[in-house]
Nanobody, 124 residues
Framework: QVQLVESGGGLVQAGGSLRLSCAAS????????MAWFRQAPGKEREFVTA????????YYTNSVKGRFTISRDNAKNTVYLQMNSLKPEDTAVYYC???????????WGLGDYWGQGTQVTVSS
């Protein structure tokens, strides 16, 4: 079992920045692909970004490329999401997820483990 706890959400004005954290406990963190998803009100959950076990490979959905950066610190069992130049359309509950498969996360939106989510609200 892996427990994931997100933090760092909040209210920010458009153009501002936030840094989300996802702390993991349980099974070895470094063996998992880690991802961030988000779900806006009335919309389906969508994939945002993912990072492989070493941190050497990342993938972003087009709408956040150049603005968001995913990173991980395996020594601290934590994955981060640095969000810059935030837009009102980034408003959502952000979830981190862990899985052994990038495809399951990115293509199918599936993950072995999920956090409880953290709210990000961007005002215009």
């Amino acid at each position: 079992q892996v427990q994931l706890v997100e933090s760092g959400g909040g209210l920010v004005q458009a153009g501002g920045s936030l840094r989300l954290s996802c702390a993991a406990s349980g099974r070895p963190f470094s063996t998992y692909v880690m991802a961030w998803f988000r779900q806006a009100p009335g919309k389906e959950r969508e994939f945002v970004t993912a990072i492989n076990w070493s941190g050497g490979s990342t993938y972003y959905t087009n709408s956040v490329k150049g603005r968001f950066t995913i990173s991980r610190d395996n020594a601290k069992n934590t994955v981060y999401l640095q969000m810059n130049s935030l837009k009102p359309e980034d408003t959502a509950v952000y979830y981190c997820a862990a899985d052994q498969s990038f495809e399951r996360l990115h293509t199918w939106g599936l993950g072995d483990y999920w956090g409880q989510g953290t709210q990000v609200t961007v005002s215009s």
